[in-house]
């Protein structure tokens, strides 16, 4: 069934870089998204992009840092992450809407800290 796997996070220090990819098996191309959690806060929007990489949508709090791109014909998505802060800290998801469900991976951990 559709399964999706998020990876590359991890602990970076103020001012550094982080690439997450995610890759959605079990269903057709699609539109994908991250979106992010931290303690106490509600998910939020990080960013998407349709299912041919045409157009992509930013969180306004994004402000140029990070950047959404897949791979041409397959559900695989990534996630550049510059000049990261502290509040960027959070569990970072992928996600795609179905037809019946959203489905959403098992997040991958993104903290900042010096």
């Known amino acids: 069934q559709v399964h999706l796997e998020e990876s590359g996070g991890g602990l970076v220090q103020p001012g550094g870089s982080l690439t997450l990819s995610c890759t959605a098996s079990?269903?057709?191309?699609?539109?994908m998204a991250w979106y992010r959690q931290a303690p106490g806060k509600e998910r939020e929007l990080v960013a998407h992009?349709?299912?041919?990489?045409?157009?992509?949508y930013y969180g306004e709090f994004v402000k140029g840092r990070f950047t959404i791109s897949r791979d041409s014909g397959v559900n695989t998505v990534y996630l550049q992450l510059n000049n990261l802060k502290p509040w960027d800290t959070a569990v970072y998801y992928c996600?795609?809407?179905?037809?019946?469900?959203?489905?959403w991976g098992q997040g991958t951990q993104v903290t900042v800290s010096a």
């Open positions: 996600n795609v809407k179905g037809a019946l469900k959203d489905y």
């Open positions: 079990g269903i057709s191309t699609v539109p």
């Open positions: 992009i349709d299912s041919i990489g045409a157009s992509t």
